[in-house]
């Protein structure tokens, strides 16, 4: 644990007891010594679950990102954001039953090709806290048709 750690939760402690007195005092609850044992107590079990929360908000507006319906354009123009619309590929299975044919003239020719039955386009670097690797859209094919999509880290 970081030596920041204890005094962010020191400072959210002292606001939260604040405010607790503040709010004990309104309600005309007790006495002022009994509101600021109240408030004591409180303070101290928010304090924590205030600075997780915190945490975790950080952590989760870090990891998002918006999801948007295929478009050709923007699928051509846009390699590094390719990722916002590779949920829309997947869920919306518009490429099951197409030719490797199709898939080219659709997505276009910048794909690597594992194999004659697996291909796959980058989709540019998914934000994540820790994400250093390229994501990939992997596309399968049986009997030269499209049957599987799906999405890795490479």
Not at 61 to 76: G, V
Request: with cysteine; net charge neutral; charged share 20%.
């Amino acid at each position: 644990m970081s030596p920041e750690v204890p005094i962010i939760v020191i400072i959210i402690a002292c606001i939260v007891y604040y405010i607790s007195k503040l709010i004990l005092k309104r309600l005309n609850f007790g006495t002022s010594k009994k509101r600021k044992i109240v408030a004591l107590i409180s303070s101290i079990i928010l304090s924590p679950l205030i600075y997780l929360g915190i945490i975790y908000m950080m952590l989760f507006t870090i990891s998002y990102y918006p999801s948007n319906d295929f478009d050709k354009i923007k699928w051509d123009t846009n390699k590094a954001e390719r990722y916002k619309m590779s949920e829309d590929i997947i869920e919306s299975e518009i490429l099951i039953g197409k030719t490797k044919t199709e898939i080219i003239q659709l997505l276009g020719n910048d794909f690597y090709s594992y194999n004659n039955n697996h291909i796959a386009y980058e989709l540019g670097f998914v934000p994540g806290l820790f994400n250093i690797d390229i994501d990939v859209l992997d596309i399968y094919f049986e009997n030269e048709k499209v049957i599987k999509v799906s999405q890795h880290s490479s």
